[in-house]
């Protein structure tokens, strides 16, 4: 049986940060695999800056592409909107019953996991792994010392694709930010300019 971690996120676009954690998790932990999880455009609510499911999902093939144990995933695309992170974890291990699943998340989440939906549910049936965050607020004492939970000990990134996208807009050269793939296609396709 397969340990594959699942790390979601819209990937607007995805940046070496996501690479940074997804890698970092996937060789410091007993993960095999992380499956990079593009989140749907939410059809409730209205997000000009989102770009196209199909175009995010581009984005990050071609982040992964060198990476063997990083995948990305469109699982999401093809389920009823608005979606719960509990829906998908159990349409996922139905799909998948050979693979173990877990959920990859920045502590920040783990923050206000108590208000996710049916949290219990997930925590009860799958092991979470939490990457540090700078960010306000505490954990919960309930997810102190938790036997799903997983802190692992990776570098703190604070580079977010809200600043990469107004760097470009700005026309600053982002080229460090992004894989040398990833940025070729946004320009190429124009993304983000204004």
Request: charged fraction near 25%; hydrophobic fraction near 35%; charge should be neutral.
């Amino acid at each position: 049986m397969k340990n594959i971690g699942l790390y979601f996120g819209t990937f607007n676009p995805i940046h070496i940060g996501h690479l940074i954690i997804a890698n970092h998790m996937v060789e410091n932990s007993d993960l095999d695999e992380i499956w990079m999880v593009v989140t749907p455009h939410n059809p409730f609510k209205k997000k000009s800056s989102l770009l196209d499911n199909h175009h995010r999902f581009e984005m990050v093939y071609r982040a992964t592409e060198d990476y063997d144990k990083i995948s990305p995933s469109d699982i999401e695309f093809k389920l009823p909107q608005p979606n719960y992170t509990v829906h998908t974890l159990a349409h996922i291990s139905e799909k998948y019953p050979s693979n173990n699943f877990s959920l990859i998340m920045g502590e920040d989440n783990l923050k206000s996991l108590h208000k996710w939906k049916n949290y219990e549910t997930i925590l009860e049936h799958h092991n979470v792994y939490v990457y540090p965050r700078i960010s306000e607020g505490k954990v919960e004492n309930q997810f102190d010392n938790h036997p799903k939970i997983h802190r692992v000990n990776a570098p703190i990134v604070e580079i977010s694709s809200t600043m990469v996208r107004n760097a470009i807009r700005d026309g600053k050269n982002i080229k460090p930010l992004l894989s040398a793939t990833v940025w070729q296609y946004i320009d190429e396709m124009n993304f983000y300019k204004k």
